[in-house]
């Protein structure tokens, strides 16, 4: 005998909807289109319906709640009569302004007034915004402030994002799927990307990985999260950072972990023997292109920094833009050469866009374990459509074909770039111009304003840019960090030609040869 | 004057390809054709262009190094004669067996012997599967586990996953795109999903929110790491949990707090009394459909809970299958009573499906930024694509129109299972069937084995189950807990009536009446 508990409920009319959570067992006898009328308009006044939402067809709601089409249809008449409903022919029934309000507003809830977030990014001024020391929302902020050309660094050319291709991918991958595909996926990622991820590293990067190494994460900010969490079950707690080196990654191993201690950058590179004297065990590298420097680690700088993690160091290689190089090959990747001691972070965010968040990690053998956990108790792994579309574009050779258009996009832009400061920043010295979305910009010293005060005074003329001193910590000569690859030529001799004009301006064009410079131009990191 | 330090590197020959990092200036005077031709023998024999992957054009790899098409199309051609490259046609040039590979291998990179991942997910013999123990891992190895028909709970039918209508709004949303929309957006979500997530919350489940309150989140474990780090940050190191209750929910919570203890739940849900008498300074719960009982929170107790909470307690909504009953509307959200004292977390994933990763998070006011900073720090924001696709299917009434089919589809499986129980399994009591995607089912205590060891045998027969000692850590009789809503009903009848014969069967029918079961029979939690 099955003793069922729920056998009443089980058999029992259907006599709810979840819309509004309507139950007619409220209802007194023979009044439903009142007391449905009365619901209705309450949630109008309450605001659980707001100006611009749609309601249920009447013959849904009707057979949700188990009443007759026509109870439905009346309760929807009284409050278009009243002004509260309107009917939009096969756009449905529409909630329009409360009688209380002027005007209608387009589908914007007039619901609690709830305090707004505290990180809420609005639009800050923007002295707050260039700090010497920024926080954690500095990015949210930055984000959040409008402008009218934007040369902050770090994104492709979005205009160029492969849409059809990505569109024809995703039917591709729709059209293939078996309904078990849209469960509780492998925590380490879509076989399929894995294994592309795995042919783009050997192909791409000299990387040689099984498809089970690849762990597929959120972008490299995951990556990074995730080995902060890996490496402090392994006893590391503290990780060197590059001087200058960038400020968000900076911020993500901060969170994690309890110290970064800089170490400078030299035209070679890292200071293997800056980093030797710091103690860390761990350092985060961008040996390509460093960031925001340009320089790619010198032949000899990079035997010293394997010598060091040979001898017990850990390398984590930021290796974010290395298929961004406009003169040669890019070199190798220091995992090709020492895979027992480099964790590999590679993203798409500069390959395609950061918006897909997504991205790889691989870690030697013995923080596997501890990375996986740490992925799966961060989300369960990633979303798995964009790991499938994106499997599809790299095996089948579109992001490469991709990679090929941006680098001629990027190329004349870079170009335009360079043309402009030599017309209107010729004291200014370019560095990095060889590969990647960016160029650094360093100042004369007696320039007599720090760079957060020139990225302030751009921003006030409509051009945002990064002080370089966003990204150092140590003493380093005054600069902007300019990305390029996301703005149109005749944009970037805009935005160029406003920042010459501010250099030269009063305020900002007389040298100050010796001592203090005037109150609140000191430049401070 | 432009001191540019990369004039030289600028003005370059493009002598380079991201491919393999072929470098012409390796080449010997005059031997071009036999430096590539070596190349990519290396590469072919190193692992690092496995069988199956694709070369690039010959027109394109000689414009990338700089050299005339015959000396691409003369290398590919030796290769070709040597067994390693194939001409595909339109399909390009293929890398087939090595020499040395008795079969062409599809495609799988005959790489490095890398020591496979410690939390690999092997098809591990099912009696270490089902421990009354299990570990983080667990779920890992009862997904990679294959099995005939597959009963776990959690998921929704996922072939009926609308697959039109996201291809359809997917291409609307790249039509509509900005390109800045591809860059770094705003760490809380798409604002136009957090929008339709408030219109939604409002709809169905009686929340009130700002869109600026809803945190975009990767599905309800993420809105438990963020709840575990921020709850961290105001000294709640603490969180009771329901027992039953979700075994992988606890695991989470666990991963990022110190404590999770269990709190009974009966007929009418939590224990609030029990509650109260942990200590606890705040407990996750699932109020609506209570996992795995399916207990409805009665509506005295909900006032007891709500007693505690505005005496300062904290309460975790886990809204995890609200939208899925089939007997009435479902109840608002404690959330809709209680605002400032209830984090609400909802998602997609028996919406439509786990693999979006997709779900919100509304926190009291104070709690704000401290989740809005582990989700900035944990992976930038969710991608954006996803979120733009799902606020379309919300806001244009598709979502609506999906939840309606499941529901029928979801009926007609539990309908079929039930009628299955009663046939095959008449000594099982019957849990929850008024909602939700899966039944729990007790088992009299004479059974005479313990419910992981019925899961066992099960698996063994193909038919995969979760034991409901699983989730439970206080004595509790055993039972299973049995998903129907991804499983056709045939299948459903088939997997029941092997339980049905396992519990009938030598070793797990003879009723034991007193004393301890014989050796490995006992029941452990």
């Given at each position: 005998m099955n003793r069922s508990k729920d056998a009443a409920a089980e058999r029992?009319?259907?006599?709810?909807?979840?819309f509004l959570q309507l139950?007619?067992?409220?209802?007194p006898p023979g009044g439903l289109t009142d007391w449905l009328t009365g619901r209705l308009r309450e949630a109008v006044a309450d605001g659980?319906?707001?100006?611009g939402s749609r309601l249920p067809a009447s013959r849904v709601l009707a057979a949700e709640l188990g009443v007759s089409r026509g109870v439905v249809t009346d309760a929807y008449g009284r409050l278009a009569e009243a002004g509260q409903l309107a009917g939009r022919g096969r756009g449905g029934t529409v909630v329009v302004a409360l009688?209380?309000?002027a005007a209608p507003a387009p589908a914007t809830p007039a619901v609690s007034a709830a305090v707004p977030l505290a990180a809420d990014p609005p639009a800050r001024p923007a002295p707050v915004l260039f700090r010497?020391?920024?926080?954690?929302e500095v990015f949210d902020h930055l984000r959040g402030t409008p402008a009218r050309i934007d040369l902050t660094p770090?994104?492709?050319?979005?205009?160029?994002?492969?849409r059809a291709a990505w569109l024809r991918a995703e039917r591709a991958v729709l059209d293939g799927?078996?309904?078990?595909?849209?469960?509780?996926?492998?925590v380490r990622g879509a076989p399929a990307l894995r294994q592309a991820v795995a042919h783009w590293l050997a192909r791409n990067r000299g990387v040689r990985a099984d498809p089970d190494e690849v762990l597929v994460v959120a972008g490299t900010a995951q990556a990074l999260a995730l080995l902060g969490r890996a490496l402090g079950r392994v006893g590391i707690t503290e990780v060197a950072v590059e001087d200058p080196g960038s400020l968000g990654a900076r911020q993500h191993l901060a969170h994690w972990l309890a110290a970064t201690p800089p170490v400078p950058v030299d035209g070679e590179g890292i200071r293997v023997d800056a980093l030797r004297a710091t103690g860390a065990p761990a350092v985060l590298l961008?040996?390509?292109?460093?960031?925001?420097?340009?320089?790619v680690l010198g032949g000899e700088r990079r035997r010293e920094l394997l010598r060091w993690a040979a001898d017990g160091g850990l390398v984590v290689e930021?290796?974010?833009?290395?298929?961004?190089?406009?003169?040669?090959a890019p070199v190798p990747a220091l995992r090709a050469e020492l895979p027992d001691r480099v964790c590999y972070a590679g993203s798409i965010s500069k390959l395609l866009?950061?918006?897909?968040r997504t991205g790889w990690l691989l870690v030697p053998a013995p923080l596997r374990a501890a990375v996986l956990d740490a992925k799966r108790f961060a989300d369960?792994?990633?979303?798995?459509l964009p790991q499938l579309v994106l499997a599809r574009l790299m095996e089948s050779g579109e992001l490469d074909r991709h990679l090929r258009l941006l680098r001629r996009s990027h190329r004349r832009r870079r170009d335009a770039m360079i043309a402009a400061i030599r017309s209107h920043l010729p004291t200014a010295t370019v560095h990095?111009?060889?590969?990647?979305?960016h160029l650094m910009l360093t100042l004369p010293e007696?320039?007599?304003?720090s760079d957060t005060e020139l990225a302030t005074a751009a921003l006030a003329r409509g051009v945002k840019v990064q002080p370089l001193s966003w990204h150092a910590r140590l003493p380093y000569p005054p600069g902007l960090v300019l990305g390029?690859?996301?703005?149109p030529p005749g944009a970037i001799t805009e935005g160029v030609a406003v920042l010459g004009e501010l250099v030269r301006r009063a305020g900002f064009s007389p040298p100050r040869r010796?001592?203090?410079?005037?109150?609140?131009?000191r430049r401070t990191r």
């Amino acid at each position: 005998m099955n003793r069922s508990k729920d056998a009443a409920a089980e058999r029992s009319k259907e006599t709810g909807a979840d819309f509004l959570q309507l139950d007619t067992a409220e209802a007194p006898p023979g009044g439903l289109t009142d007391w449905l009328t009365g619901r209705l308009r309450e949630a109008v006044a309450d605001g659980r319906l707001p100006a611009g939402s749609r309601l249920p067809a009447s013959r849904v709601l009707a057979a949700e709640l188990g009443v007759s089409r026509g109870v439905v249809t009346d309760a929807y008449g009284r409050l278009a009569e009243a002004g509260q409903l309107a009917g939009r022919g096969r756009g449905g029934t529409v909630v329009v302004a409360l009688a209380a309000t002027a005007a209608p507003a387009p589908a914007t809830p007039a619901v609690s007034a709830a305090v707004p977030l505290a990180a809420d990014p609005p639009a800050r001024p923007a002295p707050v915004l260039f700090r010497a020391d920024p926080d954690p929302e500095v990015f949210d902020h930055l984000r959040g402030t409008p402008a009218r050309i934007d040369l902050t660094p770090g994104v492709p050319d979005l205009a160029a994002f492969p849409r059809a291709a990505w569109l024809r991918a995703e039917r591709a991958v729709l059209d293939g799927l078996a309904g078990a595909d849209l469960g509780y996926g492998d925590v380490r990622g879509a076989p399929a990307l894995r294994q592309a991820v795995a042919h783009w590293l050997a192909r791409n990067r000299g990387v040689r990985a099984d498809p089970d190494e690849v762990l597929v994460v959120a972008g490299t900010a995951q990556a990074l999260a995730l080995l902060g969490r890996a490496l402090g079950r392994v006893g590391i707690t503290e990780v060197a950072v590059e001087d200058p080196g960038s400020l968000g990654a900076r911020q993500h191993l901060a969170h994690w972990l309890a110290a970064t201690p800089p170490v400078p950058v030299d035209g070679e590179g890292i200071r293997v023997d800056a980093l030797r004297a710091t103690g860390a065990p761990a350092v985060l590298l961008t040996p390509a292109h460093q960031y925001p420097t340009g320089v790619v680690l010198g032949g000899e700088r990079r035997r010293e920094l394997l010598r060091w993690a040979a001898d017990g160091g850990l390398v984590v290689e930021d290796d974010y833009d290395a298929e961004h190089r406009y003169d040669r090959a890019p070199v190798p990747a220091l995992r090709a050469e020492l895979p027992d001691r480099v964790c590999y972070a590679g993203s798409i965010s500069k390959l395609l866009a950061p918006a897909l968040r997504t991205g790889w990690l691989l870690v030697p053998a013995p923080l596997r374990a501890a990375v996986l956990d740490a992925k799966r108790f961060a989300d369960l792994g990633n979303p798995v459509l964009p790991q499938l579309v994106l499997a599809r574009l790299m095996e089948s050779g579109e992001l490469d074909r991709h990679l090929r258009l941006l680098r001629r996009s990027h190329r004349r832009r870079r170009d335009a770039m360079i043309a402009a400061i030599r017309s209107h920043l010729p004291t200014a010295t370019v560095h990095g111009a060889a590969a990647g979305l960016h160029l650094m910009l360093t100042l004369p010293e007696e320039l007599g304003c720090s760079d957060t005060e020139l990225a302030t005074a751009a921003l006030a003329r409509g051009v945002k840019v990064q002080p370089l001193s966003w990204h150092a910590r140590l003493p380093y000569p005054p600069g902007l960090v300019l990305g390029y690859a996301a703005v149109p030529p005749g944009a970037i001799t805009e935005g160029v030609a406003v920042l010459g004009e501010l250099v030269r301006r009063a305020g900002f064009s007389p040298p100050r040869r010796s001592g203090a410079p005037a109150g609140g131009r000191r430049r401070t990191r």
